[in-house]
């Protein structure tokens, strides 16, 4: 169905092809997962599928790539639309309507398919997708998980040959990541669809491909197999495969349930390991980089909302006073937030949430779509008004202070971070944080290559893949060091690699007592990262506690390990890698 031979890639201006020499054949009726690192081209080939690559993005495509027997050179996205169907990093770069409704049959439109038709298609998607509630709903309006599950559902509904997929559950929590998964395995056994699929979450994805195809980097030659066969030799892979390669398991098991058939000796190797080692907040490694935490001096905020920060930004920088007048008393928490609510029109985003934040802890706020993750976050930075309680933030009420002083305060990393980045190339981009901040030059710079090595200082920030662009951002807000940093999704778009560059910078961070606060369906990353978990249901707290109590009682929320070895409290491979090297150590309180 889908055929690459001999594909090469260059973009205007690029010094080296993106992909090189790509032969891969995609069968009919088959879920083919593409992984590999962040940056080495998954999205260059999968854009090569619909056309867009290089129709829309420009450059040189050599080779040939054809779909159903369309060679997409002499075919253009619109002479493919009735035979691939297509969802990017960013769903909302796909909507052309303003309502949840109007955005799924518009696809049907376009290919003037009967009302009665659209109308049936329009009601089962609806259903298959969880998204019947929201149908009349304004897509501005909705959280980032709902406006993926819209964007794939406006794609579903043409039914499509060929289903192209980047990043399809990244922002989706666990629950509805399973449903959309559930139905594209529906649509290949059942309908016979074609997928094409990346993604950096395997832990989610894995067991559902037929093959994987594995980029291992740029120019390599891809490698294609069985899940397990290319699992043994990735250097990407789940948690589950992890602990697979500490345990010796060969081949290693993809599902939670086969782990845990193979996990009996384990559990009674680390039942003599000792407790497993609780993380205390202002815990942790030495800094990944030596700094003196500078009280006061947070961010001088890159614009996460244009209208209110960009006329402020430069004038902050300049008028930002010395950290020693900026006194923060240790007894003050970073942010406190007391019976808050927060209304979104007709919806109630928040309802009586308590929350405190204090110096050196990390908090992951977890929970479904539209639980109000993204809403607490906003109330915190001062962008939502609150309809009812109070929010503090360094002793501040943060709506009714000015910008410029409160973004001494606290710094935020929306879900789409090309919100942050305004420059021409990396370079440009970090001598503006650098400037910015007040800090020395090279600090913005040094911490993209601790976060993401191998980006290339002349690169446009909107070249970048969506995991890159995300790591330049945060690098850009951790530049001056926030008290209180808050991140909404950071692991979008990240590798297992970068993720674990992004761990160590934010352990650092919080052994120096700043307070971290991250939205994220990522169970994993709460696991390896947080003190605290937070879960938000419908706008309230529903749970609040340690991370190895509240993961380890929540079947949605729980890590991969923790699954394979309950009723065993170990969350991460990491911690079980250390206790059987040191198998009668005393686990650190």
């Known amino acids: 169905m889908i055929r690459f031979e001999d594909v090469s890639v260059t973009?205007?201006?690029?010094?080296?092809?993106?992909?090189?020499?790509?032969?891969?054949?995609?069968?009919?009726?088959?879920?083919?997962?593409?992984?590999?690192?962040?940056?080495?081209?998954?999205?260059?080939?999968?854009?090569?599928?619909?056309g867009l690559v290089p129709h829309f993005t420009g450059g040189t495509l050599r080779g040939r790539v054809t779909v159903d027997g369309r060679d997409t050179r002499t075919h253009p996205p619109r002479e493919l639309a009735d035979v691939v169907g297509t969802v990017g990093q960013d769903p909302s770069a796909h909507f052309v309507t303003?309502?949840?409704?109007?955005?799924?049959?518009?696809?049907?439109?376009?290919?003037?398919?009967?009302?009665?038709?659209?109308?049936?298609?329009?009601?089962?998607?609806?259903?298959?997708?969880?998204?019947?509630?929201?149908?009349?709903?304004?897509v501005a309006s909705l959280s980032g998980g709902q406006r993926q599950r819209v964007a794939i559902g406006s794609v579903l509904t043409?039914?499509?040959?060929?289903?192209?997929?980047?990043?399809?559950?990244?922002?989706?929590?666990?629950?509805?990541?399973?449903?959309?998964?559930?139905?594209l395995q529906r649509l290949v056994h059942d309908l016979g669809t074609t997928v094409l699929m990346a993604e950096h979450r395997l832990e989610r994805v894995v067991q559902y491909a037929d093959r994987v195809a594995l980029l291992a980097a740029r120019g390599a030659e891809v490698v294609v197999g069985t899940p397990a066969d290319v699992m043994r030799v990735s250097p990407v892979y789940p948690p589950?495969?992890?602990?697979?390669?500490?345990?010796?398991?060969?081949p290693p098991p993809l599902t939670v349930r086969d782990a845990r058939r193979l996990a009996g000796p384990l559990r009674e190797r680390l039942s003599g390991a000792g407790a497993v080692p609780v993380p205390r907040p202002g815990s942790g490694p030495v800094p990944v980089r030596e700094a003196t935490p500078r009280r006061g001096a947070g961010p001088?905020?890159?614009?996460?909302?244009?209208?209110?920060w960009w006329p402020l930004r430069r004038r902050a920088a300049a008028e930002r006073p010395p950290a020693q007048d900026l006194p923060h008393p240790d007894a003050v928490p970073l942010a406190h937030a007391a019976g808050l609510a927060v209304r979104r029109g007709r919806v109630e985003a928040l309802r009586r949430v308590e929350l405190t934040v204090g110096a050196g802890e990390t908090v992951a706020l977890m929970g479904r779509n539209g639980a109000g993750k993204s809403t607490l976050l906003g109330a915190l930075?001062?962008?939502?008004?609150?309809?009812?309680?109070?929010?503090?933030?360094?002793?501040?009420?943060?709506?009714?202070?000015?910008?410029?002083?409160?973004?001494?305060e606290v710094g935020l990393v929306p879900q789409e971070p090309r919100d942050l980045l305004y420059a021409d190339t990396v370079a440009a981009e970090c001598a503006a944080a650098d400037a910015d901040a007040g800090a020395a030059p090279g600090a913005c710079r040094d911490l993209v290559a601790a976060l993401l090595p191998g980006v290339p200082d002349d690169t446009h920030p909107r070249d970048l893949s969506e995991g890159q662009r995300l790591a330049l951002a945060l690098a850009v807000v951790l530049t001056p060091r926030p008290r209180l940093l808050l991140l909404d999704e950071p692991t979008r778009g990240l590798d297992y690699a970068a993720k674990a560059r992004l761990v160590e910078v934010l352990r650092g961070l919080a052994a120096e007592g700043h307070g971290i606060v991250l939205a994220t369906h990522d169970v994993e990353l709460?696991?390896?990262?947080?003190?605290?978990?937070?879960i938000l249901a419908d706008g309230e707290v529903v749970a609040d506690g340690p991370t190895h109590e509240v993961v380890v009682s929540s079947p949605a929320f729980a890590?991969?390990?923790s699954k394979v070895l309950a009723p065993q409290p170990w969350l991460t491979v990491a911690q079980v890698e250390a206790a059987l090297a040191a198998p009668t150590a005393e686990a650190t309180p």
């Open 559 to 561: 890590p991969q390990v």
């Open 300 to 308: 001088v905020a890159r614009p996460t909302e244009r209208s209110r």
């Open 158 to 183: 043409t039914h499509p040959k060929v289903l192209v997929l980047d990043e399809p559950t990244s922002a989706l929590d666990p629950g509805a990541a399973e449903e959309v998964l559930g139905v």
């Open 526 to 534: 709460a696991a390896e990262l947080a003190h605290r978990v937070v």
């Open 381 to 408: 930075v001062g962008l939502v008004e609150p309809a009812a309680g109070r929010v503090l933030v360094g002793g501040r009420v943060p709506h009714r202070t000015a910008p410029r002083e409160l973004v001494r």
């Open 11 to 50: 973009y205007v201006d690029a010094a080296a092809p993106t992909v090189e020499h790509v032969d891969l054949t995609v069968p009919e009726g088959e879920l083919v997962l593409l992984v590999g690192p962040s940056g080495v081209g998954k999205s260059t080939l999968l854009g090569a599928v619909s």
């Open 240 to 250: 589950v495969v992890g602990l697979s390669r500490v345990a010796g398991w060969t």
């Open 98 to 138: 303003d309502v949840v409704e109007d955005e799924l049959a518009y696809g049907m439109e376009s290919l003037g398919l009967p009302p009665d038709v659209m109308r049936r298609r329009v009601e089962e998607t609806l259903d298959l997708l969880g998204l019947a509630a929201l149908r009349d709903r304004p």
